[in-house]
C-alpha cells in the first residue's frame, strides 16, 4: 500500500474510533476528530502531514 492510501485508512478509522468513543464513553471525544479534521486540512495545504512522517519510517512506499 502506498503512503497516501494508507494515510487516508488510517484517518478513516481514527475518525471512526473517535465517534464510536463519542458515543460509549464521552462527548469530549469528538475534539479527537476535529483534530485529525484540522490536521487533514492543514496538510491538504502544506503537503506535510506527521503520519506521513512515520510511515515513510516504517519503510511504506510513496
Not at 7 to 18: D, E, F, K, P, T
Amino acid at each position: 500500500m502506498k503512503i497516501p492510501a494508507a494515510l487516508r485508512l488510517i484517518a478513516g478509522i481514527m475518525i471512526l474510533l473517535s465517534l464510536l468513543l463519542t458515543y460509549l464513553v464521552s462527548p469530549m471525544w469528538l475534539w479527537f476528530t476535529a483534530f485529525i479534521a484540522v490536521n487533514l486540512i492543514q496538510s491538504a495545504f502544506s503537503g506535510w502531514c506527521p503520519m506521513m512522517v512515520l510511515l515513510r519510517k516504517l519503510g511504506m512506499e510513496e
